[in-house]
C-alpha cells in the first residue's frame, strides 16, 4: 500500500525555520517525481515545490522561492522541505504528493498533511 | 502564467442532482487538466487526469471532459459522499484552480 506520511510541522514564529518530512513507502520512491502543495486554513489548494525523482530538477512558486528548500534522499525513502524565514502567510497544511507518469503526471497519492502555524 | 478559473464557486446540490463544474485556463492547455476532490479535513483525492480519464477505483458517476481552454467535471446523480470542495489543475504546470464547493441543499 502506498503511503506518505509527514512529520516536523508545528508553531514557529515568523523569521523562524521548520523542517518538514514526508516518509514514503509502498512503492518505489526513486523513480517518481514529488511535491510540496500547502492549504491555508479556509483556502484553497496552493503548489510550493516540485523535485524530480533524481533531484535534477527543481522548481518553487514565486511566494517561496529564496526561503524554502526541497530535497529528498532516495536512499531513506525520505522528501524534505526546509523552511527559512517564514512568515505569517506560510500557515497551512503542507501535504507531500506523488507525481504519477501513468495518471500524466497528475498527483496519485496525497499525505495526510502536517500543520505549520507561523505566529508571535 | 497560466491562470485557472472556475464557475460556480460554490454550488448547492440535492442528492441525485447532476452537477457539472466548469474550469477554464487563461491559455490552452490541451487535455493537460486533473481534478481532485477534497473532503474537510481531509488530503485531496485524484478523480480525473488529462481531462477526461477516470483514476482507477473512483466511481462510474464522474466524468470529465474538455480540451484547450474550458473543461467540465461532471457528477451524473450526487451522491451523500459527493459532499466536498473540488479543483482542477494544470498538468505539467502547476497552480490549482481556486475550487468549487458542492453543499447538500
Known amino acids: 500500500e502506498v503511503q506518505l506520511v509527514e512529520s516536523g510541522g508545528g508553531l514557529v514564529q515568523p523569521g523562524g525555520s521548520l523542517r518538514l518530512s514526508c516518509a514514503a513507502s509502498?512503492?518505489?520512491?526513486?523513480?517518481?517525481?514529488m511535491n510540496w502543495v500547502r492549504q491555508a486554513p479556509g483556502k484553497g489548494l496552493e503548489w510550493v515545490s516540485y523535485i524530480s525523482s533524481s533531484s535534477s530538477s527543481i522548481y518553487y512558486a514565486g511566494s517561496v522561492k529564496g526561503r524554502f528548500t526541497i530535497s529528498r534522499d532516495n536512499a531513506k525513502n525520505s522528501l524534505y522541505l526546509q523552511m527559512n524565514s517564514l512568515r505569517d502567510e506560510d500557515t497551512a497544511v503542507y501535504y507531500c504528493?506523488?507525481?504519477?507518469?501513468?495518471?500524466?503526471?497528475?498527483?496519485?497519492?496525497w499525505g495526510q498533511g502536517t500543520l505549520v502555524t507561523v505566529s508571535s | 502564467d497560466i491562470q485557472l478559473t472556475q464557475s460556480p464557486s460554490f454550488l448547492s446540490a440535492s442528492v441525485g442532482d447532476r452537477v457539472t463544474i466548469t474550469c477554464r485556463a487563461s491559455q490552452g492547455i490541451s487535455s493537460s487538466l486533473a481534478w481532485y476532490q477534497q473532503k474537510p479535513g481531509k488530503a485531496p483525492k485524484l478523480l480525473i487526469y488529462?481531462?477526461?480519464t477516470l483514476q482507477s477505483g473512483v466511481p462510474s458517476r464522474f466524468s470529465g471532459s474538455g480540451s484547450g481552454t474550458e473543461f467540465t467535471l461532471t457528477i451524473s446523480s450526487l451522491q451523500p459522499e459527493d459532499f466536498a470542495t473540488y479543483y482542477c489543475q494544470q498538468l505539467n504546470n502547476y497552480p490549482f484552480g481556486p475550487g468549487t464547493k458542492v453543499e447538500i441543499k
Open positions: 488529462a481531462a477526461s
Open positions: 509502498g512503492f518505489t520512491f526513486s523513480i517518481y517525481d
Open positions: 504528493a506523488r507525481d504519477n507518469v501513468h495518471t500524466s503526471m497528475a498527483r496519485d497519492y
